[in-house]
């Protein structure tokens, strides 16, 4: 059973940043991709970025520049890197896995990933 632990959600004033942490257990084999994605009060699901199997990387365009993902393979766990975060960035944030090393393909889609971490509340003030 694959077991997603996330750490390092907060409040934050704008322009800070924040580094979000998605370790992974359970699963057998070193490839596979993690999606990050975010639901604020009374919006849908959005997916914010992801890191396939082959190390390749997608960022929505409303954060490109300002986030960034990736992957210790060693600790297995990939993070999520938020910089000059601001107020609208404020949400819900999920890791979720995909055993498919090709999901990050339907980005920014979750429909692929089956395993989804519990959330971590960012909290960005003005």
């Known amino acids: 059973q694959v077991q997603l632990v996330e750490s390092g959600g907060g409040s934050v004033e704008a322009g800070e940043s924040l580094r979000l942490s998605c370790a992974v257990s359970g699963y057998p084999y070193s490839r596979y991709c993690i999606g990050w994605f975010r639901q604020a009060p009374g919006k849908e699901r959005e997916g914010v970025a992801a890191i396939g199997g082959d190390d390749s990387t997608f960022v929505v365009a409303s954060v490109k520049g300002r986030f960034s993902v990736s992957r210790d393979n060693a600790k297995n766990t990939v993070y999520l890197e938020m910089n000059n975060l601001k107020p609208e960035d404020t949400a819900m944030y999920f890791c979720?896995?995909?055993?498919?090393?090709?999901?990050?393909?339907?980005?920014?889609?979750?429909?692929?990933?089956?395993?989804w971490g519990t959330g971590l509340q960012v909290t960005v003030s003005s």
């Open positions: 979720a896995f995909s055993g498919d090393i090709n999901s990050i393909l339907n980005m920014p889609s979750g429909s692929l990933f089956r395993y």
